[in-house]
């Protein structure tokens, strides 16, 4: 028979953008502590964005250098809430420029077969943006084996539409240009899919415009208790692009978001809990989970924000749920394009009131089935992958290398000192 515990798999997912800044060990782990579960789950992921400065993410090993100190926070975190009878260890690591992810466990047996694959989506084809994924199988005795798909990604920035659309495409780019190398990139027939990050969507549309409307601009004059639940809820509903877009059917097609009750976690001066008035409010780290199930939909048991820890202009965003062995229904068609299908649970926040007030399509006019989006990995993909990224990552590190560097200045000088000798010379 199958325990009740172990009848589903128990998930911790959370993100994180430091803003390149090195994670304080102390203050990470007494905000992040509280918030785990008291019960232990079966997988713990950690997915960060700019855990190192540009220089250092140009470069594989010091940005991994910088992924690993995260990483033993992460373990110390596990641990000090824990205590150390559970033997908590890393399965999966990997990153793109300052992008990265790991998963830790305290049932390692139970996981099997892990992949990790990689994509770039910055300008000129370098990782200042992407994302970066971790595909393992989860084993249980009792049952079939599943497997889970975790992508960790950071989007392009700024307000107006065409930076929306540019995270749109992002979106898209990171799903369908991971390469886990078993012939499907994030979404794949047999597994659970979830999405998380600083995905960047805004609540101003129009750039350089002050704070769009007095609702928002209370954020910055009152202290966050002033908020509750539904008020937040308002605000998310009216000016979030992100749940906007999902319900215009532009992004996310098959996947869900718990509701949100948290305070916008970006833009705060660092050390402090007051936002910065030179950017709107905005939830720009979320989670998403795929939700296409036949039946058993997952079960969200907490999805909320960290406000204690100060360090970055970003908080912590976390999200504890329970998904079924069971995998949900494919969004992959035969040929390799995007299906689209229900949702097995309506979101929260989009009711009949709010689709007359949005203009949005009613959800028995919702249209489903196959698309012409072609959702696995291409070979143009894996080439600029391969070639593309390393060219503009190598440019870049060695650009800010010689710009923003003593020696690297002093190199400059040398060359162009030898450059104006030879040219002297050859008259």
């Known amino acids: 028979m199958v325990s ?31 918030a785990l579960p008291e019960e232990p789950c079966h997988l713990y992921v950690f997915g960060f964005q700019e855990f190192c400065s540009v220089m250092d993410s140009c470069f594989e090993e ?13 373990l110390d975190t596990l641990r000090n809430k824990y205590g150390h009878g559970l033997n908590f260890t890393t399965i999966g690591f990997c990153h793109v420029g300052a992008t990265g992810i790991f998963a830790i466990t305290p049932f390692p047996s139970r996981f099997r077969d892990c992949k990790t694959a990689t994509v770039s989506c910055g300008n000129g084809g370098s990782s200042l943006k992407g994302g970066a994924g971790i595909r393992v199988r989860y084993v249980c005795e009792e049952s ?16 107006g539409e065409v930076y929306y659309q540019r995270r749109v495409k992002n979106v898209w780019t990171v799903m369908r240009a991971l390469d886990f190398g078993d012939g499907y990139s994030f979404l794949k027939p047999t597994s659970h899919g979830f999405f998380m990050g600083d995905l960047n969507f805004r609540t101003c549309k129009n750039p ?24 937040v809820e308002k605000l998310v509903l009216k000016y979030d692009e992100l749940l906007q877009g999902k319900s215009n059917g532009d992004v ?16 705060y001066h660092p050390n402090t809990a007051i936002y910065n008035s030179k950017r709107c409010p905005s939830w720009c780290d979320r989670i998403l989970f795929q939700n296409t199930y036949r039946k058993n939909a997952p079960e969200v048991h907490a999805y909320n924000s960290i406000d204690t820890y100060l360090r970055s202009d970003h908080r912590p965003v ?45 959800e028995d006019d919702l249209v489903s089935g196959p698309t012409s989006m072609y959702m696995k990995c291409t070979a ?14 190598t440019s870049l590190g060695y650009g800010v290398w010689l710009g923003s560097t003593p020696k690297g200045r002093l190199t400059l000088l040398v060359a162009f000192l030898l450059i104006w000798i030879l040219i002297y010379l050859s008259r």
């Open 62 to 74: 010091p940005a991994t250098f910088h992924l690993i100190q995260e990483n033993r926070i992460a």
């Open 252 to 267: 996310f097609t098959g996947f869900s978001e718990a509701c949100i009750s948290f305070t916008p976690t970006y833009k």
């Open 318 to 362: 976390y999200l504890h749920i329970t998904v079924p062995h069971d995998a949900p229904e494919s969004m992959i068609g035969h040929n390799g394009n995007l299906v689209i299908l229900p949702s097995a649970v309506p979101s929260r926040h989009v009711t009949q009131a709010t689709r007359q007030e949005m203009s949005l399509p009613e």
């Open 4 to 34: 009740e515990r172990d009848s589903k798999i128990s998930l911790f997912l959370t993100t994180f953008n430091v803003a390149k800044q090195p994670l304080h060990a102390a203050d990470y782990i007494s905000s992040v502590a509280p």
């Open 144 to 159: 079939e084996p599943t497997e889970l798909t975790f992508a960790n990604a950071h989007l392009g920035a700024y307000e």
């Open 208 to 231: 350089g415009d002050e704070l769009p409307t007095a609702e928002l601009s209370r954020l910055r004059d009152q202290t966050h208790e002033s908020y509750s639940k539904e008020d």
């Open 380 to 393: 143009i993909d894996k080439l600029k992958q391969l070639l593309v990224r390393r060219v503009a990552d």
